[in-house]
C-alpha cells in the first residue's frame, strides 16, 4: 500500500502543473474524502488501501482537468455548514460569507426576523442566516430548474422556505412586502465580455453573468428589496469588482435607501453594498 504522504506529494505537483492554486489543499481534501475521513486526520494515516487510492486517483484526474473540487466532493462549505451542490448550481464562494457578517447585527435585534434571500442558488445566504439568528424565517427565491433541486435538497428539515420564482417578477412575495428585515442576494454579476478561470465556467451562465456591464438584474434586485423591507431593514447585495461605485450609485439615485455604504472584500476589493430602508 502506498503511504498517504506519497500520494500528496504527487497529487500536489499534478495539480500545481495543472494550474491549481490552492494545490496542496485540493489534494488534502481529496484524498480525505477518498479515505472517508476529516481532512485533520490525514496526518494519522500511514497507507491508504488500494480501493480508496484507486478512487483518489479518480478524483485527481477529474481536478487535474479542473473539474471544480466541490462537484467531485459534491458539497462545499459555507460559514458553518456544507451544502449539497453539482453542476447546475453556483458554488458558493468564501467572499460571499461577508454578506451575512453584514446583515447580523440588525437581525439579532429582532426577535424571529424574516430574511429573503434572491437569486438563491444553493440557498448558502438564507440558509447560514438561519443557522446563526435564532427564530430566523428565510425565503430562498430561485428561478433556474436545476438549482432549484439542489436548493430544495439544502433546504430540507431547515426553517428555510424554497420560493420558485423570478427577481424580476414584481408581485414576488407580495404577501410579505414592507415585513421582511434583510434581504441578501448573490446574483449573476460578471460581466459578459469578462474572462473567467476554468472553475468559474463550469457554473450555470445565468448564475455568474449578468449582460454586457454585469449590471442587467441589480434594477430588478434593489425594487424587490425595496419593496420587501420594512423601514430599518438592511439589503446586501453582491456584485463585481468593477461596481464599486456604480452599485452605491445605482441605491443612491433610487431614493428610497438611506446609509448606502461600499464594502471591500478580503482581498482588498470593491465586492458588496449595504444599505437600510428608509
Partial sequence: MTTASALLTTATALLRAAGVESARVDAELLLAHSLGVERSRLPVVEAVPP???????????RRVLREPLQHIVGHAPFRHLELAVGPGVFVPRPET????????PTLRSVAEPTVVDLCAGSGALALAVADEVRGARGYAVESAAAALDWLRR???????QVVAADVRDPDLLVELRARVDAVLCNPPYVPATQRVGPEVRADPDDSVFGGPDGLDLMPAVAARAAQLLRPGGVVAIEHDDTHGESMPRLLTHLGCWRDVRAHRDLAGVPRYVTALRR
Avoid at 460569507?97 to 447580523?104: K, M, Q, R, S, T
Wanted: net charge negative; glycine share 8%.
Fill in 97 to 104: 460569507e461577508l454578506l451575512v457578517d453584514a446583515v447580523l
Fill in 154 to 160: 439544502n433546504t430540507v428539515g431547515t426553517s428555510v
Fill in 51 to 61: 480501493g480508496a487510492e484507486s478512487a483518489f486517483a479518480a478524483a485527481l484526474a
